[in-house]
């Protein structure tokens, strides 16, 4: 089975400093039909404006992947964690029993868009816990790369989830193919470009999610960056 999430059908939110656009249902945007699939439960689309960011907040019991499309994002947290992240880097931050954190875009010109990814955790009340991750576009080009796993195989981040995360930059003539083991499911978002998904054509910000499929192929008449989410 395919559904198909298209980039204007999400909830969207512009305060001025802050674009945001929202897969699923997220602060004041609430729609009953996205709550979330399976256990991904957050797809945030930010640009932030230069100079601006989120002030300290708390979190809990929550996989927190950021993926940073263009710009820098600085991270601080209760961990005494510090650090600035740009495409490339992959952050995680497994909230467990509670953090604080703090988000700002890092420059005073230029805004930082990003994807801040939230996934459920097969277990709560863990210790806190980070992590950064490089995976630089050639790795990623004409192929799958795992970014985020329950073991951190390959170099990928750990996250406390029966979730598989996978980024891909392709190019025309490219295609790739995710196989979906039975009882699982995908859902695959376009972060940049276009991408042609199960024979169907996706813009930037559009989704498709599969269950009882047993493979998906991926592949484009432009450029296009994907991510994957293989989920239990």
Same mark, same amino acid.
């Given at each position: &089975?395919?559904?198909?999430?298209? #980039?204007?059908?999400?909830? *969207?939110?512009?305060?001025?400093?802050?674009?945001?656009?929202?897969? /699923?249902?997220?602060? %004041?945007?609430?729609?009953?039909? *996205? &709550?979330? /699939? $399976? #256990?991904?439960?957050?797809?945030?689309? =930010?640009?932030?404006?230069?100079?601006?960011?989120?002030?300290?907040?708390? !979190?809990?019991? &929550?996989?927190?992947?950021?993926?940073?499309? =263009?710009?820098?994002?600085? *991270?601080?947290?209760?961990?005494?964690?510090? +650090?600035?992240?740009?495409?490339? +880097?992959?952050?995680?931050?497994?909230?467990?029993?509670?953090?604080?954190?703090?988000?700002?875009?890092? %420059?005073?010109?230029?805004?930082?868009?990003?994807?801040?990814?939230?996934?459920?955790?097969?277990?709560?009340?863990? $210790?806190?816990?980070?992590?950064?991750?490089? /995976? =630089?576009?050639?790795?990623?080009?004409?192929?799958?790369?795992?970014?985020?796993?329950?073991?951190?195989? =390959?170099?990928?981040?750990?996250?406390?989830?029966? @979730?598989?995360?996978?980024? #891909?930059?392709?190019?025309?003539?490219? $295609?790739?193919? !995710? %196989?979906?083991?039975?009882?699982?499911?995908?859902?695959? *978002?376009? @972060?940049?470009?276009?991408?042609?998904?199960?024979?169907?054509?996706?813009? @930037?910000?559009?989704?498709? +999610?599969? +269950?009882?499929?047993?493979?998906?192929?991926?592949?484009?008449?432009?450029?296009?960056?994907?991510?994957?989410?293989?989920?239990?």
């Amino acid at each position: &089975m395919k559904t198909i999430r298209r #980039s204007a059908e999400r909830g *969207h939110v512009d305060h001025g400093w802050l674009d945001t656009w929202h897969t /699923f249902s997220f602060g %004041s945007y609430f729609d009953r039909q *996205h &709550m979330g /699939f $399976r #256990s991904l439960r957050v797809i945030n689309e =930010d640009r932030v404006a230069a100079g601006q960011g989120f002030p300290t907040h708390a !979190h809990r019991d &929550m996989e927190i992947v950021t993926y940073v499309l =263009d710009g820098a994002l600085a *991270h601080k947290d209760s961990m005494g964690n510090g +650090s600035t992240i740009r495409p490339g +880097s992959v952050q995680r931050m497994s909230a467990g029993s509670g953090v604080t954190h703090s988000e700002f875009n890092a %420059s005073a010109t230029d805004p930082v868009h990003l994807l801040q990814i939230w996934i459920e955790p097969d277990v709560t009340g863990v $210790r806190p816990s980070y992590e950064e991750a490089e /995976f =630089d576009d050639a790795g990623k080009r004409g192929r799958l790369r795992l970014i985020a796993s329950p073991n951190g195989e =390959d170099g990928s981040v750990r996250i406390n989830a029966d @979730a598989r995360v996978y980024a #891909s930059i392709l190019d025309a003539g490219n $295609r790739v193919t !995710h %196989s979906i083991a039975d009882g699982r499911h995908a859902w695959i *978002h376009v @972060a940049a470009g276009t991408a042609t998904v199960d024979g169907e054509r996706l813009e @930037a910000g559009d989704a498709a +999610s599969f +269950s009882e499929t047993a493979n998906v192929g991926i592949s484009t008449d432009g450029t296009g960056e994907v991510l994957v989410f293989d989920l239990a």
